[in-house]
């Protein structure tokens, strides 16, 4: 646009204010300290010193001292006089405010004239944990903010909720922001390496600015930059190994499993009528039928041991036959799991000159996954080049491109492809490879080797769990992939002019490309009867954010004011193209040009667009009393267009109590009160055009093209607003303790919710505004430098959340969603579910409670119980959210040795357990049963555990969602263990100068959680799914400096 | 200060410039979809809504393998009745249909559940195009084609809605059915009476036949007046009025011959001159495992070669007398393969080697041959039925020759429809209007108690009826839980 007007009228207007450069050091070694924050005194102006330890500061007009902060070692004021170099060298000390440079939209502010809720985390944090994906560092170092475990999938992410869950039906995560521009990539595909903080902005006053998406609050991340003086280099390497981090469920082994399975069928026969007799099953004929019946088509249809499939049971004891041994066991989980490796190497340069600074990177990381057939690799590079053109104009780009590819995107659910599912559930009489009467492997003529099973007619039967597949050989010959290429690309342009003005202008655009395969090959499995079927998608993607800020800072004697105003717009396009062809010639491809038969094909673009004004203004007297206010104007194009403007503001203040002259407790070094309010703005639902009524297309018949109504209109859809309220206090006390306390509660209003309509109105739902929740709850943040010396330090770190989550109001009276019931005073993950009332020691029913009814068919406050399952009553059980969720850093150093051990932990919350309720089944042939099955109830004299209810084929009506598989989701954690050792400069002095430290670190260390085999971080709803498991990483490395 | 005004002024004028978007910047338009008022203005647009219709009576449901349309459900209705045995468990889909289980569940992806969202997103778009079509421009003719074709897939649907939420017709008519839309709406109406939703069909189908008539369709997949009338015809039969339903099924099949023997055997997956009406699905828009052909088809790999073969009982297969070229559609004893087992079908098999292209069969002639023959046996006039009977049958059997009367005349063409018409999806209503309680053979051959569990039902047993979805009941102001089918 016009940015060569603009250019000519900065350079008319000469800047009043003046850039200090200068390098800060530690006092004690002369190595460059990055990440000290450089505060101009009396304002708010202030920014961080690159890896090199040097900084270049805009100090206004009236500034005349800097403040030199940096955790760990003393606050140092200097003068600036007259000089443009400013060096300084600091002294450890322990008695500071953590991170005292906060990152806020368009800028940043130091953390003392900070109103907002805002938490940092250092680079250093996040490089002690070997993660692939920056979200998977954030649990257990943030207060407030509680993460799924992200699954196991080679460089797959976690989900963040910020303060609670902000909405029911449109999108509960947080806005990442990436260096000042909203990120719309993969998470993953940032380096962690090239990140040197990331600061996650909690309330309305710290993130309204970004009004229009952050109502779940605001992740932003910010790369390294370069510093003044000779380049830099610094290498990071680490090889490390995963296992499961979570372990299998315990399962029964052969023997068990064939005797239950008898027990299940015996058992099924005698609840049926004998045709021969046209009377019940004698328990004898039953018995005798299920001995005759166990291995056959009917029944397991495999017979792993040494006697006819009638012989197996004894029908009399219902056991083993003494003399039956068994042939084989296979084991799935062995074949198709492995310990992966992981390798992660990344190199930076940077350094700068007079007027010009830069930081370059580059690294790839491979990791297979804990599932073979599965891994992920990338590489990634990143220049960021700043250069001040005069003293007025300052100009820089950031740049970072990345290549990635994920092998192994399983199918997920119950479908056979999927590894976890295949592998938990088959029971453990069949066998990965074919065998013959005897046992004996069977030899394929095809290639010599073990022939697979595939559990066909053909081989060794139709196998009852999951036939014609075998994951082995099926998963090698398949190819569910994505080739990823990515870039972001920030450029700005930062002009001053007249007294106090700046004008900065940020471009900053987002690409992404994924090419999907999904192929299933044409010799094995599902797609051989159309020798093979290949699916080739490509999405493609473009966003970009263009903002103009004018930013103004005075300084009146005590007073300052700083205020800044700007426009912004946003605009992604997607584009989606996918084709499917069958009949494959060759083995070996999964491209389509050979396939004869084309199936489906089609593609689409989408569209996102936002617009927004806004403004704030920081006001503080004499450091002592901070106010701040901002607002914000957001357009969105998801809404019709005389209600898609929304209006949305913060304000904020603070006190800082230990400036008051008359505040005089010696052992209080900072007490900040601080206070906001503030509305933002959430229209992230799934459905670009939510306000629109549609008519889906694609719906053709045969040849003519087809289409069905898909949505109704709504012209007043507007903005789901989160009105957020925040108190607390900053406080360092005794030199030695450091920590914020804050309450909040946030209320989403105007939900945007999927209303649900009569479905034989012929749509299920329409969007619109209805319903309140509200999040409220407090978090605390400690720090405790226990011991620091020169030779021992040793801190603590601990944070801690507690929040619950009511919904206020609803469009209807209760909608049930699952094992969830949505209620006004109830939270959006309180379980809905029957009560599980044990076993009937009589017969071995399952049993669920049930309200007596009056004779008017009110409950009369009685229970009692029944065996049919349907009549069981439903009642609120709990939520899936936690009481209390938190994390505990321990950081220790002796000379060179470091070590930390996070901790992280989750008290309270309940987890339906899905996976282990399909483990307890009555007897479905095929499937493989836990452990715990063998505490069923068997007979009146041996009633099992009282949970566990007779096995029973085919039984119906005593079973279902209940109580049953509802369990305590708290666990601990040990996150990560990092230990490490810094050479000495008499060994590294060599290598002029070098900085070298090795180090062990072990991430998922252990999960302990209240049933083995459960995963309860899974998810946020505390629901279980079949996905890949989580992982425990032991790594090696080296962080080399030069 | 005036002079730091002055300076200002350029400036801002040029941040305005840079700052203001275009004024459509925020306007933006799907590219999968159309608005809703874009499909009306023309017939072209409308005919686009009817043929999406149509496509929908096929598409899968739900993310489930089990549901993918009238097939299914039609499926269904054959697993409730007495001539199908699940051989094995296998993947385990519609056992809970064939042992008379799923009923019970009332949750949104339930054989309920999905029924009642297929039936309703039907008559939802049926709704829409009878009040939008007139209103596009175009021709009058092809506004009649289109209005005509919408009514009768509304009194279709509203057909299967009434039979499955409720017990059939006769003696049932002031029993609460399902609710009864006739225009586009967000809220939600009580159950109509049977006889309210019979009316409401009756009326459909004769305005629809009024529409079609002379009307030559555009594709198998669309109703001709002829496809109406085999429509009324079987509604007629429900309601027990056998003069509507011989003379609606005479009308339907006149220019219609029983198809050849060599067309009986050729798998029922491409429509040819007996078909009615039917559903042709192309290879790329067909629905690969979540198909009918999955379910049936054991000779390629699919869900019926993996467990869920679909076999006839030995008692209906002994009552085929050899000759009989439907005989040769079912395993002969004695020969059947672990794939193929005795008794397993062979009658619905996959046309094209490595495709999964295979129409589906809705409407046919033989079925018109049976409605009438059957209405005329209850009417009394033995010697037309009898005739009817024989000119369907001598094409499968040309030694037959029915000569029966009275009440085994009746049951001699029930027995030849339960022949004739396996794997339809007729047992279900078929049992209900002719109030026989389901008996399910048991022994080698027929039904087995591991699978089927349930051997015997009185037809009217309430635990037949099918659910209204909980959602329904909590969503539709006008419906209570004290609604719900018993």
Sequence with gaps: MNLALLLLLVNQAWAQSRTITGKVTDAASGQPLPGVAVIVKGTTAGTATGVDGSYSLNVPEKGNTLVFRYIGYETKEQAIGSASTVNVALGVNSEQLSEVVVQVPYGSVAKTAFTGSEATISSSAIQKQQVTSVTRVLEGLVPGLQTTNGGGAPGSSASVRIRGIGSINASSDPLYVVDGVPFDGTYSSISTDDIEAVTVLKDAAASALYGARAANGVIMITTKKGGKGKPRVAVNFRKGVSERGIPEYDRVNSQEYYELMWEAMRNSYAASTNPATKLPYTPAEAAAAASKNIAGPNGLVYNPFNVAGDQVIDPATGKLNPSARLLYEDNWSDVLFQDATRNDLNVSISGGAENSDYYISAGYINEDGIAKFSDYDRFNSRVKLNTAVSKAVKAGMNISATLSNSNGNFADGTATANPFYFSRYMGPIYPVWQRDGEGAFVIDPATGERALDWGVPGQMGSRPYAGNSNLLGSLGLDERSTRRSEATANAYLEAKFLKNFTFKTTLGGNYYNGLGTTFQNSLFGDAANVAGRSTKSDTRQISYTFNQVLSWNKQFGSHSISALAGHENYSLESRFMSATRTGFPFPGTSELAPAATAGASTSYTDEHKLEGFFSQVSYSFADKYLLSGSFRRDGSSRFFTDSRWGNFYSIGAGWRISEENFFNAEWVDELKLKGSYGEQGNEDVENYYAWQGLYGLGWNNVNAPGSIVSSLPNTNLQWEKNASFNVGADFSLFNKVQGTIEYFERTSDNLLFEVPLPTSTGIKSIWDNVGTMKNYGWEAQLGYNAISTSDFDWRVDLNLTSYKNKITKLPQEEIVNGTKKLMVGHSVYDFWLREYAGVDPANGDALYYKDVLDADGEPTGERTTTNVYNEGTYYYHGSAIPKLVGGVTNAFRYKGLDLSVLLTFQSGGKFYDANYANLMHRGSYGTHWSKDILNRWQSEENPGDGKTPRLQNGISGQDGASTRWLFDASYLTVKNINIGYTLPKSLTGKLGGATLRVFGAVDNAVILTKNEGMDPQRSFNGTSDYTYPIYRTATVGLNANF | MKNILKKLSPLALAVLMLTSCEKDYLETAPTQSVASDEVFKTVDGAFVALNGTFRSMWTSMGGSHGHFGQKSHDLTMDLMGTDIVLHTRGYNWFT???????????????????????????????????????????????????????????????????????????????????????????????????????????????????????????????????????????????????????????????????????????????????????????????????????????????????????????????????????????????????????????????????????????????????????????????????????????????????????????????????????????????LKRTKTNIKRPDGDGNHQAALAVVFERAIDDPTLLWRIPQSEIDANDALAPADQNP
Excluded at chain 2, 225 to 235: D, F, L, S, Y
Excluded at chain 2, 378 to 404: C, D, F, H, K, M
């Design chain 2, 96 to 430: 809970g249909e064939y042992n008379l289980s799923a009923y019970a569940s009332a949750t949104d992806g339930s054989r309920s559940g999905l029924a009642w969202e297929y039936y309703y997103r039907t008559i939802s778009n049926a709704n829409r195009i009878i009040a939008n079509v007139d209103k596009a421009t175009g021709n009058p003719a092809d506004k009649e084609y289109i209005k005509g074709n919408a009514l009768a897939l509304r009194a279709y649907s509203y057909f299967y809605l009434a039979n499955l939420w409720q017990h059939t017709y006769k003696g049932h008519e002031t029993a609460p059915a399902v609710p009864l839309y006739t225009e586009p709406t967000t809220e939600g109406k009580p159950r109509a009476t049977v006889q309210e939703v019979y009316d409401q069909i009756v009326a459909d189908l004769t305005q629809a036949e009024t529409l079609l008539a002379g009307k030559t369709r555009k594709h198998i997949s669309h109703l001709n007046a002829a496809a109406v009338k085999g429509i009324r015809a079987r509604v007629a039969l429900q309601m027990e009025d056998y003069a509507t339903a011989a003379a609606k099924a005479n009308e339907a099949r006149q220019g219609l011959a029983p198809m050849s023997a060599t067309a009986y055997t050729a798998g029922f997956g491409k429509a040819n001159s007996e078909w009615m009406w039917g559903l042709e699905i192309p290879n790329d828009q067909s629905t690969i495992y979540a198909s009918f052909f999955s379910h049936f088809d054991a000779k390629v790999v699919s869900y019926a070669s993996l467990g869920l073969q679909k076999k006839i009982t030995k008692e209906l297969y002994d009552q085929i007398p050899a000759g009989d070229v439907r005989k040769s559609v079912f395993i002969t004893p004695g020969t059947g393969t672990a794939k193929l087992p005795d008794y397993n079908q062979t009658k619905f098999t996959l046309p094209v080697a490595g495709s999964w292209a295979a129409d589906y069969i809705l409407m046919r002639a033989s079925e018109m041959y049976l409605i009438e023959a059957e209405a005329l046996a209850r009417l009394g006039n033995e010697g037309e039925a009898q005739t009817v009977l024989n000119a369907l049958v001598q094409a499968r059997n040309p030694a037959y020759s029915a000569t029966q009367t009275g009440s085994d005349l009746i049951n001699e063409i029930l027995l030849q429809r339960r022949i004739e018409l396996w794997g339809e999806g007729f047992s279900l209503l078929d």
